[in-house]
T-cell receptor, first 117, second 115 residues
Framework: AQTVTQSQPEMSVQEAETVTLSCTYD???????LFWYKQPPSRQMILVIR??????QNATENRFSVNFQKAAKSFSLKISDSQLGDAAMYFC??????????????FGKGTKLTVNP | DAEITQSPRHKITETGRQVTLACHQT?????MFWYRQDLGHGLRLIHY???????NKGEVSDGYSVSRSNTEDLPLTLESAASSQTSVYFC??????????????FGPGTRLTVL
């Protein structure tokens, strides 16, 4: 079974600085997706960034980027120029890639990010 | 706009009662999922469905059931609520796309308290 591990229950960062959230995963599959979700106090789950395992290039979305190390099964999220609105729970998630794309998500336990003004 | 809704948003019930949480999506997605979120556990899959009349057990299905009689709805039933089922419940849906990425969209969540 696939597992996702987030070893940092809590992190903090100063506004405008950079922070990196860690995630490791375990799978025997070679083709899969990895995700970072943001959950603000409103509880809404918001997709931040997605990485396809077959792509060597790291995904980037504005101030959010990932460091995907497939051999090491590592998938970290870097937030640059942190803003107060980035404060939230962040979840790393895995999904096997299959025809139909119906596979369910496997989540890590989450990292609570605090942004200090 | 298409959306996914959950009701109620908050529910307090007593041990032993039957509870049904509603999930409704207007995207006409084939795939629907129920997750529960607990502190220290992230989100864990309870049940999922890939279409009408199809249901499957997830990682933490004991004490829960679902049925899929139409595309839009996947109600989650707690047959006899237990305090261990106090949690936040999320419904999600995604489109069936052959060999292509399809995003899962999440509902706003239902906070259930079992006393």
């Amino acid at each position: 079974a696939q597992t996702v591990t987030q070893s940092q229950p809590e992190m903090s960062v100063q506004e405008a600085e950079t922070v990196t959230l860690s995630c490791t995963y375990d799978t025997s599959e070679s083709d899969y997706y990895l995700f970072w979700y943001k959950q603000p106090p409103s509880r809404q789950m918001i997709l931040v960034i997605r990485q396809e395992a077959y792509k060597q290039q790291n995904a980037t979305e504005n101030r959010f980027s990932v460091n995907f190390q497939k051999a090491a099964k590592s998938f970290s999220l870097k937030i640059s120029d942190s803003q107060l609105g980035d404060a939230a729970m962040y979840f790393c998630a895995y999904r096997r890639r299959s025809q139909g794309g119906s596979e369910k998500l496997v989540f890590g336990k989450g990292t609570k990010l605090t942004v200090n003004p | 706009d298409a959306e996914i809704t959950q009701s109620p948003r908050h529910k307090i019930t007593e041990t032993g009662r039957q509870v049904t949480l509603a999930c409704h999506q207007t995207w006409n997605h084939n795939n629907m999922f129920w997750y529960r979120q607990d502190l220290g556990h992230g989100l864990r899959l309870i049940h999922y469905s890939y279409g009408v009349q199809d249901t499957n057990k997830g990682e933490v299905s004991d004490g829960y059931s679902v049925s899929r009689s139409n595309t839009e709805d996947l109600p989650l039933t707690l047959e006899s609520a237990a305090s261990s089922q106090t949690s936040v419940y999320f419904c999600a849906s995604s489109e069936f796309l052959a060999s292509s990425y399809n995003e899962q969209f999440f509902g706003p969540g239902t906070r259930l308290t079992v006393l």
